[in-house]
């Protein structure tokens, strides 16, 4: 039977050790199942296993690694309030809510990455609670439902995030604080005060290569002014509708699991604003709350299109009619 070796064995290895025929030697395992795993490990936890072989340090491919890498690094060093983009002929697909939970794989989300990899485009963007957080709420247990561990979703969200991000390509990776979110940082510096600065106490340590902030603006300052936030800035029915008109900008939400666009005209012309659903399962067993009572919710995502720099009537992609469906077509 094949030694079984766990991803924090090989993690620990690799950092005392440095190259993969030690790790090998160390281990016991075949060294090509160290550099499948380094890379397995590396794509799905947004890490750096850095080799210190000394053959090979130069060349175009060491050089762009290292660069990544420390882009990583500054990244995870905070929170951007304010992040800015621009697009002036190009997509940005944006999906929220996704509300990753261990050993479910919604539709919505293989459709993302299919839609990813087909439309190529500038921005990928998760606006928003991609982490539950069921065990770290400030709600109680439902009764006696059953509620993943806390590392079970943190590797959830990695898995799903890192499959986003092979199929991005050569797209910037965007993501948003959501109120779920935040649960991670919350929890630990109401409860562990002391970790403040220990690598770990946010999830800016397992995504490194996600720009994170409050709110991404894309094109700011121009026509095409658009406004990427998880929350809207008026809630309710109307959310999208009075989220631009208090903005004066398009403006692109989640949080509430709708999905729909609405428009605003005014003499500078029409704007957006857009709900942009959940990427999860309606009724999954994250959102037991809702007590099996309808809601207006919807499965799905939002594809912005600019044009000249300014943004086209957005796009939606839904679930529906037992699948994922994007201009008429099963995606």
Not at 122 to 142: E, F, K, Q, T, Y
Request: proline share 5%.
């Amino acid at each position: 039977m094949p030694k079984y070796v766990t991803d924090e064995q090989i993690i620990e290895a690799w950092q005392k050790l440095g190259t993969a025929k030690k790790v090998s030697d160390a281990l016991d395992i075949d060294i090509r199942q160290i550099y499948f795993r380094r890379r397995k490990i590396e794509a799905a936890r947004g890490i750096a296993l850095a080799s210190r072989s000394t053959r090979n340090r130069a060349g175009p491919n060491i050089a762009k690694a290292k660069a990544q890498d420390a882009l990583a690094a500054a990244r995870a060093e905070k929170y951007e309030r304010d992040m800015a983009e621009t697009v002036r002929n190009g997509t940005v697909l944006v999906a929220s809510d996704c509300h990753y939970w261990p050993g479910i794989v919604s539709p919505a989300h293989e459709a993302f990455v299919r839609l990813i990899k087909a439309l190529k485009p500038d921005i990928v963007v998760l606006n928003g609670d991609i982490l539950d957080g069921a065990r770290i709420s400030r709600h109680p247990r439902i009764m006696w439902e059953k509620q993943p561990t806390l590392k079970d979703e943190l590797h959830a969200v990695q898995d799903r995030c890192a499959e986003i991000a092979r199929a991005a390509g050569r797209a910037r990776l965007v993501r948003t604080i959501g109120n779920h979110d935040a649960r991670f940082a919350n929890y630990w510096s109401a409860n562990t005060p002391e970790g403040e600065d220990m690598p770990g106490m946010t999830l800016l340590d397992y995504l490194p290569r996600w720009r994170a902030g409050w709110a991404l603006h894309v094109n700011s300052d121009t026509d095409g002014w658009t406004v990427i936030r998880h929350r809207p800035v008026s809630g309710g029915i109307h959310s999208a509708y009075n989220s631009t008109l208090r903005a004066g900008t398009h403006y692109v939400h989640g949080h509430l699991h709708k999905l729909g666009v609405t428009a605003w005209g005014d003499y500078r012309g029409r704007r957006y604003g857009v709900d942009t659903g959940t990427l999860a399962e309606i009724n999954g067993p994250q959102f037991n709350y809702t007590e099996a009572g309808p809601h207006n919710w919807a499965s799905g995502f939002a594809v912005l299109t600019f044009r000249e720099g300014r943004l086209l009537n957005p796009e939606l992609a839904v679930f529906e009619a037992g699948g994922v469906h994007f201009r008429g077509q099963p995606v």
